[in-house]
T-cell receptor
Framework: GAGVSQSPSNKVTEKGKDVELRCDPI?????LYWYRQSLGQGLEFLIY????????KSGLPSDRFSAERTGGSVSTLTIQRTQQEDSAVYLC????????????FGPGTRLLVL | KQEVTQIPAALSVPEGENLVLNCSFT??????LQWFRQDPGKGLTSLLL?????REQTSGRLNASLDKSSGRSTLYIAASQPGDSATYLC??????????FGTGTLLAVQP
């Protein structure tokens, strides 16, 4: 079946612009995660959704970052007023159980802020 | 705060060798530990998932062990092949299955 998909695959933007990154999880997966992978910080957790609610937003680095999920499916990560340090690969994952389950990762969105 | 460390950071071996990758974590209150591989420019592929109550998991040439009390896990790769070349990441999962990742081991298997 189809895996986790993300769009766009690459995004180049100018400092100060807003960007939206999209994640389509595996059908039926109730849990959805966003991670960020950057050269200086490795791979770090951003936010976790269970259904449409986000019980853990502890990894969002600033209030410029927000995410939502609708219909228990698609999620959008929005970065406002982008900064150069936001340049990274943003990865989305989904899983079918809240705890103790394998997370399936998408290919990521590579964001470059000039 | 949970911290995950992987040793070595990079490893190069000739084809056919058996090898061990190490992962250590500072907080033993984990729900699970996972090993992933990442190929250049691609997402992560899950290799093995060990639940906190388990000691090891095996899949083909891969064997992962978990010692929660000492905060350690190892990934054993038998009879390595050039196709095993990738970055290997370990990650520990907590209550919400939020994963805390290690820094990774870059493996190169020379033909």
């Amino acid at each position: 079946g189809a895996g986790v998909s993300q769009s766009p695959s690459n995004k180049v933007t100018e400092k100060g612009k807003d960007v939206e990154l999209r994640c389509d999880p595996i059908s039926g997966h109730t849990a959805l995660y966003w991670y960020r992978q950057s050269l200086g910080q490795g791979l770090e957790f951003l936010i976790y959704f269970q259904g449409n609610s986000a019980p853990d937003k502890s990894g969002l680095p600033s209030d410029r970052f927000s995410a939502e999920r609708t219909g228990g499916s698609v999620s959008t990560l929005t970065i406002q007023r982008t900064q150069q340090e936001d340049s990274a690969v943003y990865l989305c994952a989904s899983s079918s159980a809240r705890v103790v389950e394998t997370q399936y990762f998408g290919p990521g969105t590579r964001l470059l802020v000039l | 705060k949970q911290e995950v460390t992987q040793i070595p950071a990079a490893l190069s071996v000739p084809e056919g060798e058996n090898l061990v990758l190490n992962c250590s974590f500072t907080d033993s209150a984990i729900y699970n530990l996972q090993w992933f591989r990442q190929d250049p420019g691609k997402g992560l592929t899950s290799l093995l998932l060990i639940q906190s109550s388990q000691r090891e998991q095996t899949s083909g040439r891969l064997n992962a062990s978990l010692d929660k009390s000492s905060g350690r896990s190892t990934l054993y790769i038998a009879a390595s092949q050039p196709g095993d070349s990738a970055t290997y990441l370990c990650a520990v999962g907590g209550a919400t299955n939020k994963l805390i990742f290690g820094t990774g081991t870059l493996l190169a298997v020379q033909p």
